[in-house]
């Protein structure tokens, strides 16, 4: 007896052809680049097109056995309607039901498979899971690649999902999984962790990575820790010395801006949180800009978008401003001599965030630590940076990369 047919996995919509298996929508014939969960949103309404799928169906189907906040399929949609064009041409591709759901509206037909294509570079595939605190609370933490571990503290404004394709962050995982299993988090009140949360501190930020270093069943690894990650991987070798082979620093610090800022250094912090409570997440571009000519001075466009939707979608306003307040508290200089494990600090030399003399503190304090220098005015290095190139030269040197074993994207 003949077997069933495989069920059709290829549809066309106006200009759309939407290839699931091969997880590719394009336009006559042009790719348009989705990143995972928005993608997997319109593969759910597109199967189901002329159906009114509620918010709670879409919600469970496309983060299946995980709580998440409606805000981010309603920041899915919004990025579909641009990626199709509504605007432009006129054509309503995604009914809005106030207050239920959502509706494919436009005629879909069943198109047949193309030959798949082979990827010009590897593409690891990010496996999102979930743990809980020893106080309760529910952290997301990703895996990419295969290698051997390398452990990432988190940092301020992150999201696991949105994350993977930004022009800001998706070239650091890219790099770093070719020759590593690299493990990252959400920690509690930020991204896909749990938002309503009572209680942050810096004790808690160390537990978090405490917590997904043992769900994740690791002995020994290298850990990176990056602007406030820093400090949180420095407790943690401090804590932890069998555990941490490698400490990397990068635009770190070891005491907030509470420990030495000046009066007029305080008075502009608090004035910023002020304004963060008022106009975090909010379409404001004047307000974006705030942050990202501090983070990323020569961002494009495209970067600034892209930071003003991270925030929008990472963490509520109030979250915002605790965090960054329990930025300030933290200090870890009398952890610094204590750490026993060979580290690597490296900070850019016009970083306006975090200032270089707090990378230059922090090698000169831990004992035989390595200081790098690289050149650019971003606290975020962007993918097209000469310093970009630099850092994962020093990175694989000082983590032992085979690079004859697995391809690098620098010369």
């Known amino acids: ?47 189901n097109s002329g159906r009114l799928l509620t918010k709670d169906e879409l919600l469970q189907a496309i983060w299946p056995g995980t709580v998440v906040e409606e805000n981010n399929l309603n920041h899915n949609i ?3 309607r641009k990626a199709l064009s509504e605007k432009l041409t006129g054509q309503t591709y995604i009914e809005t039901v106030p207050r239920v759901g959502y509706r494919f509206a436009a005629a879909v037909q069943p198109d047949a498979p193309q030959p798949a294509q082979v990827p010009a570079s590897p593409r690891f595939r990010q496996e999102i899971r979930y743990c809980t605190t020893s106080d309760g609370v529910r952290l997301a ?6 290698g051997p571990p390398l452990v990432k503290a988190s940092n301020w404004l992150t999201h696991l999902d949105y994350e993977w394709d930004s022009p800001i962050w998706r070239h650091w995982w890219s790099d770093l999984s070719r020759h590593h299993r690299v493990i990252r988090y959400d920690e509690r009140g930020n991204g896909m962790s749990q938002r309503d949360i009572s209680g942050i501190s810096f004790d808690t930020w160390v537990q978090d990575l405490e917590t997904v270093v043992d769900a994740v069943g690791l002995e020994r690894f290298p850990l990176i820790g990056i602007s406030r990650g820093g400090p949180i991987a420095i407790a943690y070798a401090v804590r932890h010395p069998e555990r941490v082979t490698k400490l990397v620093l990068y635009g770190a610090f070891s005491a907030g801006l509470n420990h030495g800022g ?7 912090r608090a ?9 975090w997440g909010h379409n404001n571009p004047g307000f974006s800009r705030t942050f990202t000519c501090r983070f990323i001075p020569k961002a494009t466009p495209e970067h600034e978008q892209w930071f003003d939707q991270l925030q929008r979608i990472s963490t509520s306003a109030e979250n915002a401003a605790r965090l960054m307040e329990t930025d300030d508290n933290i200090d870890v200089r009398k952890m610094l001599p204590q750490i026993s494990v060979p580290t690597l600090v490296l900070h850019c030399d016009g970083d306006k965030v975090v200032l270089p003399e707090h990378g230059r503190y922090i090698a000169a304090t831990i004992p035989g630590a390595r200081y790098v220098s690289l050149p650019s005015e971003n606290h975020l290095l962007l993918e097209d940076e000469p310093a970009w190139r630099r850092f994962l030269e020093e990175l694989g040197e000082f983590l032992e990369w085979d690079v004859h074993s697995s ?3 620098y010369p």
């Open 1 to 47: 007896m003949a077997s069933a047919a495989p069920p059709v996995r290829c549809y066309r919509f106006g200009d759309f052809r939407l290839d699931i298996s091969e997880r590719r929508l394009t336009r006559d014939g042009t790719d348009i680049p989705l990143r995972l969960k928005v993608f997997d949103t319109l593969c759910v309404l597109v199967e």
């Open 78 to 80: 919004s990025v579909l």
């Open 141 to 146: 933490y990703a895996t990419i690649g295969d």
């Open 262 to 268: 000046s009066p007029a250094d305080l008075k502009a």
């Open 271 to 279: 004035a910023l949180i002020e304004l963060m409570r008022l106009g």
């Open 407 to 409: 391809p690098a994207t």
